[in-house]
T-cell receptor, first 117, second 111 residues
């Protein structure tokens, strides 16, 4: 199947700093990527839809100035958590839909676990 | 609004069969997905249903009834490695093309 790679897998940072997470589609082009957040023992919550060459679409309650999304190419989207605080500690997962599978299966990156001290 | 319900936790015995149910209420319907997620890892695709009926893939099968807003994932010949969370996700109609996930069912397989 299609491959989505996410980096870094783990990141620990101090409160107030910014953290950038990269999401790459390795063997297909993705005009749209999705960023999810998952707290322990909870399901995936969609944060925003990243659109190549245009602004991201944020879900209700997600601060666009805090979670900056850039989708500069057909294979790369980045999520920057600005001025991170302990409550931002979570598992962040990106995904992209590939048409390689016919019905547009959603492929996930490996996830990035953010811990803010 | 969008609503997807699954049981929070289930327990089953190695070698047995388990059925995980999912009910949904969404604005339109373009398909239902099941994903498996082990702790600390990203979800992996298990199955996709868009028409009513049963889709079988090895030890895993998935059923859909669109009129009832209902699906289930059936796991046969359970193995210890099947212990994981199972996520039901629905693709609503419309141009947004976003998957909506249920809360997930944590399955514990016991010896």
């Amino acid at each position: 199947g299609a491959v989505v790679s996410q980096h870094p897998s783990w990141v620990i940072c101090k409160s107030g700093t910014s953290v950038k997470i990269e999401c790459r589609s390795l063997d297909f082009q993705a005009t749209t990527m999705f960023w999810y957040r998952q707290f322990p023992k909870q399901s995936l919550m969609l944060m925003a839809t990243s659109n190549e060459g245009s602004k991201a679409t944020y879900e209700q309650g997600v601060e666009k100035d805090k979670f900056l999304i850039n989708h500069a190419s057909l294979t790369l989207s980045t999520l920057t958590v600005t001025s991170a605080h302990p409550e931002d500690s979570s598992f962040y997962i990106c995904s992209a839909r590939s048409q390689l599978s016919g019905f547009g299966e959603l492929f996930f990156g490996e996830g990035s676990r953010l811990t803010v001290l | 609004g969008q609503n997807i319900d699954q049981p929070t936790e289930m327990t089953a015995t190695e070698g047995a069969i388990v059925q995980i149910n999912c009910t949904y209420q969404t604005s339109g319907f373009n398909g239902l997905f099941w994903y498996q997620q082990h702790a600390g890892e990203a979800p992996t695709f298990l199955s996709y249903n868009v028409l009513d009926g049963l889709e079988e893939k090895g030890r895993f099968s998935s059923f859909l009834s669109r009129s009832k807003g209902y699906s289930y994932l059936l796991l046969k010949e359970l193995q210890m490695k099947d212990s994981a969370s199972y996520l039901c996700a629905v693709l609503p109609a419309g141009a947004t093309n976003k998957l909506i996930f249920g809360t997930g069912t944590l399955l514990a397989v016991q010896p």
